[in-house]
Every structure is written in C-alpha cells, then in structure tokens.
C-alpha cells in the first residue's frame, strides 16, 4: 500500500492531508503564519515560514507511515503570488500576495487604457493589483533597481517545489492566473512581458497540472522526512482544484468557497471572457477551464469584527473554552432575517469581483440608536454573502447554474450555511471534507501515477453531503435586500477613490 500526500499551501496557513489511493483522509495537519502587513496597501508572507510549515504539516501526516510507503506530494497553492529570486535563486523579497494593493494605481491606469482590455482578452485574468503582470510593473516604476537583481520571477508553489527538487517549474493554472500568460497557445503572452519588463528567461518552463518531478534533493528529503525518490507532482491553483474537489467539475455546477477570502466559480469546456473583464478565466486540465470571481473579504471580515468590535465577547468565550466565532454566530442568530435592515458592505481590503476597484471601502448602512452588536454581526454574515451572490449572477452569462457546491470554514456554521442558501435561493450542497483543494491535488496525483483513470474518479471520494433548502419567505427578503445592497454599491462605487484617499 502506498500513499500520497496532497498539500495545499494557502495565504494564511498551509495544510497536508494524507490519502490512499480511494481518497480516503488516513492523517492531517494545518499550521499558519502571519500575513504581514507593514503598511496599508501590502500583504505579504515569508517564504521561509511557510517552508516550515510544508515541513511541519508532512512531519505530522506521515507520521508512523514507511518512508517507501509515501509515493508523492501532489500540490494547490493560493494565486497570484510573486517572489523575485537572485541568480542563486535566494529571494530577494517576501511573498507578495494577491491580498496586497500597492500596485493599485497602476492597475487603474492600465484599466483605463485599450491595453488593459487586450491584455484581459488574451490571458483570462482581470486587471488588477493582485496581479502578477501589474505587481511587475509597479517595481519597474517604484524599485527598478530590485527587478534588475532579480534573475528569476516565481509564485510561492514554484519556490516550494524548487526547494524540494532543485527546480524550477511552472503548471499552466498557476500560469494562467499571473496575467503573463496566453490562455490559446499556452505560452508567455509577449505583450504581456513587455508590459510587465520581464523577459521569457525570467520566468520558469511551462508544464501541465499533472507534471510529474521524480525525487527530492538531499537536503530537501532529510527535513521532510522523506525518501529520495519521492515524486511531487505540480498540481494547480487552489481555485482550479477546489471545484475539482467538491465535486463541481461539470456545466452548470458552481463552486462557492468561503475561506479567508471567498470566490464563485463554474466550470466549462472552452475558455469564457467577460465582455467588460470582471470575470477570470484560468485553466484546470484538458477541457477543465474555471470561470468566476473571487472576493478579497470572506472570513477575514469575520475576523476583524471578532477583533475589534467583540473583544470583551471574544475573551469570554476563551475563558470558558469555547471558540469566540461561536458565540458570535450564536448572537446573530438571534437576529431576525436582514438584521433589521442594516446593510453591511464588506470591502475591507478593497475587493476584486464584482468591483476589481483596490480602493473600494467597507460600509454600514442603516444604523439606528436601535442598532445591537447582535445586528451587526448577523449583517457582516449577510453581507459578504449578498457580494458572493452578485458574483455569482454575472458567472450565469458563462454556464447557466443548476446546482451549487459550496466550502469553507464558514460550512461551520449553520446560520452561515442558512444564509448562503437563503440568499442565493438555491439548494447548498456541502461536502463532508473540508479540504477540497488537498482532495483534488492528491487526485491529479493519483492519475498523472497511473492510479485512476480519469478525474472524474473524485466524485467516489468526496465521501457523505449534506444539502440545505433555502426558505422561501427568507429569499423574498433577502432579495429586497440584495436590489438595495447592489443600488448602494453602484451609487458608492464613484466615491470609493475619494473615501480610500482620506484613509491615507
């Protein structure tokens, strides 16, 4: 019996499950570091934290398993990172992540250009500043001198992989999602590396999600704990493998996650670009393409309003071993439906869909001297999912949706469940595991080995379901909620560059 590890390297944690060859969950670990934000516009990680916790998090899974036992390390890992690496390939700077805005003016001035619509056109990812593309053209104006050091451009899966084997490799999904590259001949746009000034020679060879690297450097299999021959397979972008993963891998089954951040996504046969560029389109697999959005403001909201507006809550719940979110969900549970009308717009971090605005600013509306924390919390809950909903509207004019999937550390919650199914009017289907993208990465694994046959394999895998049924009554409300949600975002929406530049 052998098995494979599937690891998924995410923006505030990296997590490593392991599974044999039918999917089944034998051992799993998560560990977290910091997303280090120096100043307002950036969000960055350490290379070497997370490198620890790739160690750890395989330490603890393959735990009491025979080294000749573990066949592989299959990969997901969060988009749009950058790192710039030195001829020795030592980083230069931390993980710049898709959370991190200072390329903010440069995205807007590439936006309002024909480039911008061009470039969208040829590589399926929206212009803005999580981008690769515009995060490289902001050190070419801001920090020229560092891009010159810099010999090699990579995203934090790359760096990973090429600590473990000694190479440097690029798959296509993590490729797509840079904005360097064409989505029709699978190679480095042109126009998008002058835009960009980086050179081909910079960044790494292009292979497909299955690739396949065959042993770990010395050093590499000494601190994993593993064999030499261990075999690490590329994988793909967490989005790619998340609707993979709970089982939304066919036409009109859309993917909802709720993480840290959030996004909606459908899957198609062909590659799909919204007229007016606020949809991204990025490859799976053969015939796999993902179309959607995603959300800077998921659970981080949530988190922020843990923090800072219910400190004294929170310590309780600590002190009576409890954890702090669910006394919070408990509290907005209280609440009626619509939180008696206060609107809650969730744009902490700017947002990307439907928006891709950097400077877009979070709201309260609404408030009363009636107004109760309680309401407050149950409105953040409906609001970041009225936002996800809008997203999920504009994913329609791709794949019309039939069913929905969802994810996330918010199928926690069952209040949170209630409101995703309420809002959207649709049924919710959530699956058992929680780990989707570590699920699909040890998938693609299984059959780049020769294991399985096909993807569609997984669907014997995700293991139980539960479905939630939305309330009519719930949904007739929330609707009228969601037309003064959207009305409101339009009319701010012209405000936000004004309101983000008072922050500053």
Known sequence: MT???????????????????????????????????????????????????????????????????????????????????????????????????????????????????????????????????????????????????????????????????????????????????????FDWEPAALDYAQVTRAQLPPLVDTDAVINGLTPTAAGELGLRLATKVIMGASDGALSNLGVGADEPGVAAITIGTSGAVRVMTKQPYLDPEGRLFCYYVAPHHWIVGGPINNGGQVFRWVRDELFVTESQVARDHQQ?????????????????????????????????????????????????????????????????????????????????????????????????????LGQPITIPSSFESSCLAAAVIGLKALGHIDDLNAIHAMIGDTETYEPNAANHQMYHQHQVVFDHVTAQLAPLYHEIATLNR
């Open 3 to 185: 098995y494979l590890i599937g690891t998924d390297l995410g923006t505030t944690s990296t997590k490593s499950v392991l599974y044999d060859h039918q999917g089944h969950v034998i051992a799993s670990a998560n560990v977290g570091y910091p997303l280090y934000h120096d100043t307002v516009t950036t969000a960055e990680e350490d290379p070497q934290e997370i490198w620890q916790a790739v160690q750890a998090t395989i330490h603890q899974v393959s735990a009491g398993i025979a080294t000749d036992e573990i066949e592989g390390v299959a990969f997901s890992s969060a988009m749009h990172s950058l790192i710039l690496l030195d001829a020795n390939k030592q980083p230069l700077t931390r993980v710049i992540t898709w959370a991190d805005n200072r390329a903010a003016a440069d995205a807007a001035t590439l936006k309002a250009q024909p480039l911008g619509q061009q470039l969208y056109e040829m590589t399926g990812t929206p212009i803005h500043p999580m981008s690769p593309l515009v995060k490289l053209h902001w050190f070419a104006n801001q920090q020229l001198d560092l891009l010159n050091q810099a010999r090699y451009v990579v995203g934090i899966k790359e760096y990973i992989i090429y600590l473990m084997t000694g190479q440097l490799q690029m798959d296509y999904s993590m490729a797509n999602a840079t904005g360097l590259f064409n989505l029709y001949n």
């Open 323 to 423: 954890d702090p979110y669910d006394q919070l969900t408990a509290l907005a549970a209280t609440v009626p439906v619509g939180a008696h009308g206060l609107l809650f717009h969730p744009y902490l971090s700017g947002e990307r869909a439907p928006l891709w605005n950097a400077d877009a600013r979070g709201s309260l509306l609404g408030v009363t001297t009636t107004t109760t924390k309680a309401d407050i919390a149950r409105a953040v809950l409906e609001g970041i999912v009225m936002n996800l909903n809008t997203v999920l509207q504009l994913t329609t004019a791709a794949e019309p949706v039939h069913a929905i999937r969802a994810t996330g550390g918010f199928a926690r919650s069952s209040l949170w469940r209630q409101i995703l199914t309420d809002v």
